[in-house]
């Protein structure tokens, strides 16, 4: 059967070998709240659709009105054959529930490296932020240097960003983004790590060439699946 778990997901978890970011607009915090409710009874009415799919949570927009989905497989092929076979009578279980759910679309990704938890960090993050960064038409291998450029950043800048517990850093597998999942322990902690002065490395990173935007959005945990 499928489980409701509260705990985060494990970014770090070698074993997904396809990883889908999603974005749902639903338009208010109480359908928002609807939106998750209906999601977890949806799935724990059904058994766990396969073995292939790890986790899958859902975070809520601080905006009030989109919800983000993040789930780890094994490859892509398990994804698609979910579609096939299972995933439109979930979809509509939801929507009768909750009516005229705006889907943004998928994104589909793997994990390049990530600035983990130091060991025996055992804060639970308060705080979900995504930062996409859109890179020029042919400038995707400029990526993973730009990746190891933040991290360097961020070892650089210990104090600046105590309050960070971890950040992860995924590539699009269509070659034009990176996406940076990133757990804070507040929102007050986030806010004044943007608002620390900048080192010689942040303004390499700000700077760097092929970026064309940068784009965020802060999120709450607010429901994890498991097969149970």
């Known amino acids: 059967m499928s489980r409701r778990i509260e705990q985060h997901p494990d970014l770090t978890d070698p074993r997904p070998g396809a990883l889908f970011f999603s974005t749902w607009r639903v338009g208010t915090p109480e359908r928002q709240r609807q939106t998750v409710e209906a999601i977890g009874r949806t799935w724990e009415r059904r058994p766990w659709p396969t073995g292939d799919l790890l986790r899958y949570h859902v975070y809520a ?3 009030g009105s989109t919800l983000m989905h993040y789930s780890q497989w094994s490859d892509e092929q398990a994804y698609e054959a979910f579609v096939k076979a299972h995933r439109q009578e979930r979809v509509d279980e939801i929507d009768t529930a909750v009516p005229e759910i705006e889907r943004l679309g998928l994104a589909r990704y793997r994990r390049y490296r990530s600035r983990d938890r130091a060991v025996g960090d055992v804060r639970v993050p308060g ?4 930062v996409r960064i859109d890179f020029e038409e042919g400038a995707g291998e400029r990526r993973e240097e730009w990746v190891d450029l933040v991290v360097k950043a961020l070892g650089d800048d210990p104090e600046g960003h105590a309050g960070l517990v971890s950040a992860h850093f995924h590539l699009s597998t269509d070659g034009g983004h990176v996406l940076n999942y990133a757990e804070w ?31 965020g959005s802060r999120y709450r945990h607010a429901l994890g699946l498991v097969p149970g």
């Open 61 to 63: 927009g601080h905006d």
């Open 185 to 215: 322990e507040s929102d007050q902690a986030y806010d004044e790590a943007l608002a620390a002065p900048a080192t010689d490395t942040w303004e390499r990173v700000r700077t760097s060439p092929g970026v064309t935007g940068v784009s």
């Open 127 to 130: 705080l979900i932020v995504t």
